[in-house]
C-alpha cells in the first residue's frame, strides 16, 4: 500500500506542505484502475483502509492510450478522480442518484456528493464530505458507465471462486445472498456478498513482456496499461472473449465484509430462494432475463448505454447457464456448487 | 375516445423471450414484461395502424375475447405505457417508419 505524495519544494511548515501535497490512492475494481487523488493524507488513509487490497499503489502510465484489438471504440487506460473535501451537509437539492449526461461529460449527483466525469479523457471531479461512503456510490456509477461501453455489468448477486469457477447468486435483498457467504466452505473465496462485478473476456496481455501473449508486437496490440505497475493482477492469459468473468468487489453488504480481489470465468448464475430443501431447478429464458434485468444496477438516463446493458445482459444469459437454487441455510448447500469440473451442470448433485 | 395510433418508443431495449416481451426504459431503466397479448399490441404499434384495428386484426384474431371489451383493456393498457414513456400515442397516423 503506498500513497505517494508529490514532491513539495521550499520551506513551509509541516501543516503548509499538507495543505499543498496531493496523495494519490489507486483503487482497482474489475482489474480497473482509477487513480484517485486527494489533498487530505487522512482522506487518503481512510480510503486505503476501506478498500483493502482493492487500493494499490498509483499507477504512472494513466494517459489514455490507443483502443486494444478487441475495443469497438475510443477506452481508457486508466481513470482519474479528484476529490475535493468539503464540510459535511447536503451537497445537492437530488435525493435519489441522478445521472445525466450534460455537455458531453456525466454529471452524477446525490444529496451528500456531486461528481462529473468527461468519459472520452476518463478523468473527473467529486465534491463530498470526507466519507468513504459517498465516493463508493460514485465508483459504483463510474464503473457500471464503463462496463456498459465494454459489454459488462453491475449486478446485485454475491459471488464467489470455487476450483477456479466462479457462480453468481443473485436475488433482492432477503433472498440469501449474505447467508450462503456465510455458509461458504474455506476453499470457497467470496468475492462479494452484494455487488457482483461482471465483464465479458478480454484480450490480456503479458504483464512482464509488454505484448499481447502469442502474437506480434504490433503498435495496435501494445498494452492499454501497464498494469504490472497496478500490482494487484499479476496473471495474465489470453481470455476467450465471449466469456464473461466475475471480479472480486469492495462493495459490501451485511456482511461488511469487502471482498476478495480474485477474478474467475462465470460457471454459472443461480437465483435464490429459500426453502427447507436443497434443490436446483430449471428457469425458463424469461424468468432468468427478468431477474437478472431486475438486479443490474444502471443509473445513467442514457438510451444507448441503456440498450447496450441490456444486450450485455441477454448474450450473458445466452452463455452462462442459470438455475433457481432453492436452498435451507445449511453448510450442506455448498456440498452440491463447483465441486465438479465442468462448471454448473456437472457440479450441482445435491445429495 | 378518438382513434389512438399508438408508437414505440425509441428510448428503450426490448427483446421478446418465451412470447413475453421484456422492455427496458432509457429513462429510468425500469424493466417492463408484456405477456403475450400486450406482446401483441407492442409488436403491432407501429405509429399508422390504430388500436382498434390492432385489437380486431391481431388480438380478437388471436384470443377469444369481446372486441369491445378488448378495446377498452387495449386502451388501458397503451395509456399505461404512454405514461411510463414506453409507448408514444397519437390521434393521428404517424409518418414514417416506428
Not at chain 1, 450473458?316 to 438455475?323: D, E, I, K, S, Y
Not at chain 2, 425500469?30 to 395502424?49: H, K, M, P, Q, Y
Request: net charge negative.
Amino acid at each position: 500500500m503506498i500513497v505517494v505524495p508529490r514532491t513539495v519544494h521550499g520551506n513551509r511548515t509541516t501543516a503548509e506542505n499538507e495543505l499543498m501535497t496531493e496523495h494519490r490512492v489507486c483503487i482497482e475494481i474489475g482489474g480497473m484502475p482509477v487513480l484517485i487523488r486527494t489533498g487530505q493524507s487522512g482522506f487518503a488513509k481512510m480510503l486505503r483502509d476501506r478498500y483493502g487490497a482493492f487500493a494499490g499503489p498509483p499507477l504512472e502510465n494513466l494517459a489514455p492510450v490507443a483502443p486494444g484489438p478487441q475495443s469497438q471504440g475510443p477506452t481508457h487506460a486508466a481513470f482519474e478522480l479528484e476529490v475535493e473535501l468539503i464540510p459535511p451537509g447536503v451537497v445537492t437539492d437530488a435525493e435519489d442518484v441522478r445521472v445525466t449526461a450534460e455537455g458531453g461529460r456525466w454529471v452524477m449527483e446525490r444529496g451528500d456528493f456531486h461528481a462529473e466525469w468527461d468519459e472520452k479523457r476518463g478523468q473527473g471531479w467529486v465534491r463530498q464530505s470526507a466519507n468513504p461512503y459517498s465516493l463508493d456510490s460514485v465508483l459504483r456509477i463510474l464503473h457500471s458507465l464503463i462496463l456498459a461501453r465494454e459489454g459488462g455489468f453491475l449486478v446485485h448477486a454475491a459471488s464467489a471462486i470455487r476450483k477456479g469457477q466462479a457462480f453468481l447468486f443473485a436475488g433482492i435483498s432477503g433472498t440469501g445472498k449474505t447467508t450462503m457467504c456465510r455458509l461458504a466452505p474455506p476453499d470457497v473465496a467470496i468475492l462479494t456478498d452484494e455487488i457482483s462485478y461482471v465483464r465479458k473476456g478480454q484480450n490480456e496481455y503479458s504483464a512482464a513482456k509488454g505484448q499481447k501473449s502469442g502474437s506480434s508486437n504490433s503498435r495496435e496490440e501494445e498494452p492499454r496499461v501497464n498494469r504490472q505497475t497496478a500490482g494487484l493482477h499479476h496473471e495474465y492469459k489470453i481470455q476467450d472473449s465471449r466469456r464473461y468473468e466475475a471480479f472480486g468487489t469492495p462493495f459490501a453488504g451485511e456482511l461488511a465484509l469487502i471482498g476478495r480481489n480474485l477474478r474467475a470465468p462465470i460457471a454459472g448464475l443461480f437465483l435464490l430462494a429459500k426453502g427447507r430443501e436443497n434443490r436446483v431447478e430449471d428457469v425458463s429464458h424469461s424468468d432468468a432475463a427478468r431477474a437478472l434485468l431486475q438486479n443490474i444496477l444502471f443509473f445513467a438516463t442514457d438510451a444507448e448505454l441503456v440498450q447496450r446493458v441490456f444486450q450485455s445482459a441477454l448474450d450473458f444469459l445466452a452463455r452462462v447457464p442459470v438455475r433457481r437454487l432453492v436452498f435451507a441455510p445449511h453448510p450442506q448447500v455448498w456440498k452440491g456448487i463447483g465441486v465438479g469440473s465442468e462448471g454448473l451442470d456437472s457440479g450441482l448433485a445435491f445429495q | 375516445m378518438s382513434q389512438l395510433y399508438p408508437a414505440r418508443s425509441k428510448a428503450i431495449a426490448a427483446r421478446k423471450l418465451d412470447d413475453e416481451m421484456m422492455i427496458m426504459s432509457a429513462r429510468d431503466s425500469t424493466l417492463f414484461s408484456l405477456n403475450d397479448v400486450g406482446t401483441i399490441i407492442w409488436e403491432a404499434a407501429d405509429g399508422r395502424t390504430p388500436l382498434a384495428e390492432i385489437v380486431t386484426q391481431k388480438v380478437c384474431a388471436e384470443f377469444d375475447v369481446e372486441p369491445g371489451e378488448a378495446l377498452k383493456d387495449a386502451e388501458s393498457f397503451v395509456l399505461e405505457l404512454a405514461g411510463h414513456g414506453i409507448m408514444l400515442l397519437s390521434d393521428a397516423p404517424q409518418a414514417g417508419p416506428s
